[in-house]
């Protein structure tokens, strides 16, 4: 009796495990293309941390897209390096992007889910703020690039 409410109990912690926020992960492609792109998701993240806009714009194809909430379209390296650089006195504390689903069909792969942040403001202040995102990445020379990036945020 005891074996099997053990096995229960594990189940019950795996099922939770297998869930973030109750949003399973689902991956489709080959195991090593996942984890690149997964590998390059975190590089994005510690970059935007790390204020290092010349690694965030490269992360994009040269031929990039992203789509800013309440913005048009922004296109190519230098504008995109652009918009990613915070002003002076403004720092990301915690980015973190969870995603839900990728997907790899030959060379594109898109990936959608969750992310969230916070932000120190100028005046010492921290805001934390989330959204969602979906992303189109491109095998550029055996590397998975960013070619389309569109996010808005969630509000409570």
């Keep these: 009796m005891k074996h099997k409410n053990k096995i229960y109990i594990v189940l019950i912690i795996l099922m939770l495990a297998n869930s973030f926020n ?38 994009y194809t040269p031929d990039a897209k992203i789509l800013p909430p309440g913005a048009d379209i922004i296109v190519g390296y230098a504008a995109i390096k652009k918009r990613w650089t915070l002003p002076e006195g403004i720092k990301i504390l915690l980015h973190k992007v969870n995603p839900t689903e990728i997907t790899i069909v030959n060379n594109i792969a898109y990936d959608l889910g969750y992310y969230n942040g916070k932000t120190q403001r100028k005046d010492g202040s921290v805001v934390e703020w989330k959204g969602k995102y979906l992303i189109v990445w491109k095998k550029v020379e055996g590397e998975w690039k960013i070619y389309a990036d569109a996010w808005n945020d969630i509000n409570d």
Excluded: C, H, P, W
């Design 22 to 59: 109750g949003r399973a992960q689902t991956f489709v492609g080959d195991k090593q293309e996942i984890e690149s792109i997964l590998k390059n998701i975190k590089k994005f993240s510690s970059s935007y941390m790390n204020a290092d806009y010349e690694a965030i714009a490269r992360a």
